[in-house]
């Protein structure tokens, strides 16, 4: 029986994550849940799963948790503030750690399993981007098994060979990660039109259903951008063997190409049951309530190269991964105050490339040295980027 605590239960990865749970109550046995503000939520979720631990944002939301789950007898313990999240980890008795919030938040906690040597589903690609060189550490200090969640992560982790480790010296005849992308929602749209995007419009997106900031980072494509760092952590392979091909459709997941010309792909519905089911069985499948590919319906597959004027997020992306150090922390704080701004203030669309390009303009990058480093090039960063938007004065 696996002990499984999902940080991040409200959302989509988490609900997606419980929804494949629920299907396995003889293999999963939850163990502690955390949200930050959908109490309502997170109170049926407990209700339903019964956990030892449940972390919320703030004391009043811990109160009304509480009172809650009183009426139903369940004996969680509920904590709050961004620390319990880390005692959601060390706490709950867990083997596994689902790490599915959003954005720097994450990182903490995600550190705190990677050290304690769980099995860790990493969905919060921003924690590695922030900090990859010191995750990747503290997952080999402690020992425990890291499955990457992000589908295009997990299906080269699927078309690896088995015995593949990070940065072997012929990479096991592995020449290329190539990673596809669906353009989101305005790929085709002409460019006199992105102007006016709405904050809903960005958050359509034509083929995943998730939550607001990531959608908007595909429709940017500053996903991909992160993705492509994500992947050099992950897989230890130089910047110059991560390629990006526009695939609208989301059938192909991700490839890899070897050396003797195979190119190895998953397949599969875009639905992110399947990362999920694929990294909490692992190395076993499991039903992930997903149906199969019916090939013979699906129109023509294509792939095309990325726009990078049309995207500039992502050349920034490329641009502070060369750099390196902390550059790729900076990126990640300048985007997710832009996201926020975009979605909540009034920023418009364009303007996102524009904070995340002077953040990165005015703060140089150092080495990303230490934990505590990287949190206070981050908040600096985020101090930056709110002070451009304020100066820009939509
Ligand atoms: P979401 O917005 O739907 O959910 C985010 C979760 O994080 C919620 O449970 C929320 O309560 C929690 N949270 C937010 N801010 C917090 C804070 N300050 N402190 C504590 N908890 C906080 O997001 P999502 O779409 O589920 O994405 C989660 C992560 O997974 C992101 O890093 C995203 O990039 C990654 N991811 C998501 C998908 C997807 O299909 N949704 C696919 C690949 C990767
Ligand atoms: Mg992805």
Redesign the pocket.
Known sequence: MRRVAI??????????TLDVIRAHPERFKVVAL?????IDR?AEQCIEFNPTIA?V?DAAGASRLRTALQEKRIATQVLCG?ES?VSAVTQSDCDTVM?????A??LVPALAAAKSGKRVLL?????LVMSGDLFMQAMQSGGGELLP???EHNAIFQCLPQQFTKAPHDYLGVEELWLTASGGPFRDTAMSELSSITPDQACAHPN????????V?SATMM?KG?EVIEAFWLFGLPLEKIKVLIHPQSVVHSMVLYRDGSVISQMGQPD?RT?IAYGLAWPERIHAGVGPLNLTQLAALSFAEPDLTRFPCLALAFSAANTGGTAPTILNAANEIAVAAFLDAGLPYLRIPEVVEKTLNHISSVSASSLELILDVDAKARHVASNIIRQMNH
């Open positions: 940080l991040g239960s409200t959302g989509s990865i988490g609900i997606n955390t949200a930050n503000k959908q997170l972390v944002g961004s999240l790490a599915a919030i959003v954005g938040a994450g969905a919060n690609k921003e924690a969640i992000d589908s995943w259903v998730m939550g607001r900031k990531i959608s980072d996903n992160l992110m990362p």
